[in-house]
């Protein structure tokens, strides 16, 4: 696994908490919202699909908490062996799962789908007893295991996978020419609908994960990872080996199965000289519009790693691997399906006329290397730290390459999307998802981080310094506010609790007294301590105050209450003149 920054039991009783809270309160949110590595962009498609009233399965408690039988143990390896059978639609393979002890133990969790056929689960070359409930395999040892052993599982395994979700999950798909075009994405339905695996967000495997898929003879399979080799198996299979050197998020673990081209480069550091190889997979027929358009790919890279380093994932490289679904951040191993088209299929994304001039699905999935899979979240519930840090980095990427006015507009731009009708963050251990405000609201909540910094210089060394940070680890929102509280000597709580933990946002009153030539002013917001500064007065000299949220205080203003400028492309805020008292 990756470090945890926090002990999980601390995670545990404040999930107990905020988790049979939020379920009351929101009604818990289940699983009901498909994969959104992007929000949904169907014209007429609802961005965020009713579903309230729906209580957590008892699937997803089984695989939203981190019960006993996960926490007495930490993943060291995967080793993924597959067979992938295009006509039958069928595959069959043995997934090695190895993991070191936290404490005695005779059981431990893992998951896979009961849709699949689990064929045996071997331990010291015995077969090992299980229970299942749900997706969820307890799997018994016939002896203790000590704190502190490693050992290995291996779980063999076989049948049709379920294709599901928004993404489908895995998908038996065919290119132009009806060749097989097999693809994998499960963020949402959890990699366990495909493949066996400790299926959660806390732990992932610290020493990486090697994937060796076996397909037809002239198909190729582009998994995460560095390329090993390919071996002929002698039957009419090849076998494709990859070996992922980091951590990784089994939701990111992806088979790409087709007739796929190649071409690779590679990418400078401009600050370090760090080199990046950059590989590039696209089907024949689109190969010459795909080489146009992922040329995006090295700016995308001076960006990101100007603002927040190194990429994260330099012993695997850097892959772009055209999908027929939109496109997910599996690591090292992006997907892509934008149709090689700038915005987003197409749109001004952001409706502001900056979207068009950039591929949306590479600078977006590709921002997820920072955040998603180097930081990741280590519950569900708490997944803004991919999609709002992400979405951020849209604007970021806009700014990089034309200025900040630009990006500042791109990001207001996504005020439309914003829905402003529940709290962000989800119940924890319950598996459920955000809504899409994690990706546009929280984009302008960090906007607006920025605007109370009110020092670019600094804004610019923070965000460098939170990604270098926490990079490689799993953390909660709790580390994220601890660390900005700490970097900045503010009580940063209370801001970002109004902006994750209840549906509106601030509103900012403002008392126009003519007779006195001033204006008073006071936060409306759902955090009784939440006091953020903010600028307001005359359009170009405006002034600092640092409203609270019951007391009145005034500032002089004698000229019309309608010139008084509150800058809300700054400061996601409302703002509302009230009346004076009769
Ligand atoms: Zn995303």
Redesign the pocket.
């Given at each position: 696994m990756k470090m945890c920054v926090r002990a999980w039991v601390s995670v545990v009783l404040a999930g107990l908490v905020a988790g049979v809270a939020g379920a009351q309160v929101q009604g818990g949110m289940a699983s009901a919202q498909s994969a959104?590595?992007?929000?949904g962009v169907k014209v007429g498609q609802a961005a965020q699909p009713a579903v309230a009233g729906l209580m957590p399965t008892a699937d997803d408690l089984l695989r939203g908490g981190y019960g006993p039988y996960r926490a007495n143990n930490d993943l060291l390896f995967y080793h993924l062996t597959l067979r992938v059978d295009p006509v039958a639609k069928t595959i069959a393979g043995t997934n090695v799962v190895r993991f070191r002890m936290l404490e005695d133990g005779r059981k431990i969790q893992l998951e896979l789908t009961p849709a699949l056929t689990l064929e045996s689960i071997k331990f010291e070359g015995k077969d090992l007893r299980y229970t299942r409930e749900e997706r969820t395999l307890f799997v018994e040892f016939p002896r203790l295991l000590k704190r502190g052993e490693v050992d290995e599982v291996a779980v063999a395994y076989s049948g049709q996978p379920v294709t599901q979700g928004r993404f489908g999950c895995f998908s038996f798909d065919k290119d132009k020419e009806g060749k097989p075009w097999i693809t994998t994405a499960c963020e949402g339905d959890g990699a366990s609908v495909w493949w066996p695996n400790k299926d959660q967000w806390r732990d992932e495997p610290q020493d990486g994960m090697e994937i060796d898929v076996a397909v037809p003879d002239g198909l190729m399979d582009v998994s995460n990872g560095r390329f090993v080799a390919s071996r002929d198996l002698g039957d009419g299979y090849t076998q494709w080996q990859w070996r992922v050197h980091y951590p990784i998020n089994n939701y990111d673990v992806a088979l790409n199965i087709g007739e796929y081209q190649h071409w690779d480069g590679v990418h400078v550091n401009k600050d370090s000289g760090e080199k990046t190889t950059l590989d590039y997979y696209a089907l024949p027929e689109d190969l010459a519009k795909a080489k146009v358009q992922f040329a995006q790919v090295p700016e995308m890279l001076d960006a990101y790693e100007h603002y927040f380093g190194e990429y994260p994932f330099d012993k695997d490289g850097y892959k772009l691997i055209e999908v027929p679904y939109a496109?997910?951040?599996h690591q090292t191993a992006v997907a892509y399906g934008n149709h090689f088209e700038n915005g987003y299929y197409g749109r001004d994304w952001t409706g502001v006329g900056i979207s068009p001039k950039f591929d949306f699905i590479i600078i977006?999935?590709s921002?997820?290397e920072w955040f998603?899979n180097s930081i990741t979240a280590a519950d569900k519930s708490d997944m803004w730290i991919?999609?709002g840090w992400?979405?951020y980095m849209e604007g970021l990427y806009v700014e990089y390459r034309w200025d900040k006015t630009d990006g500042i507009k791109y990001l207001n731009g996504l005020k439309p999307k914003i829905r402003n009708r529940q709290a962000i963050i989800t119940a924890r251990g319950t598996n459920t998802e955000p809504t899409e405000d994690q990706?546009f609201k929280d984009a302008l909540m960090l906007n607006t981080l920025r605007s109370v910094i009110d020092d670019d210089a600094k804004w610019f060394a923070d965000i460098h310094e939170f990604y270098q940070h926490f990079k490689y680890q799993n953390i909660m929102t709790e580390d994220v506010v601890a660390w900005w509280n700490e970097r900045t000597g503010m009580d940063l709580t209370p801001f970002f609790s109004e902006y994750l933990r209840h549906a509106a946002i601030p509103v900012l009153e403002l008392r126009f007294d003519r007779a006195k030539g001033t204006v008073a002013y006071r936060w409306n917001a759902d955090e009784a301590d939440f006091a953020m500064p903010i600028k307001m007065g005359e359009r170009g000299h405006l002034t600092l105050v640092k409203p609270v949220t019951m007391e009145w205080q005034t500032m002089p203003w004698t000229k019309d209450p309608d010139t008084l400028d509150v800058p809300v492309d700054l400061y996601y805020v409302g703002e509302k003149t009230v009346e004076e008292k009769p």
């Open positions: 959104t590595t992007t929000p496109g997910m951040e977006h999935e921002g997820h998603g991919h999609e992400t979405t990706y």
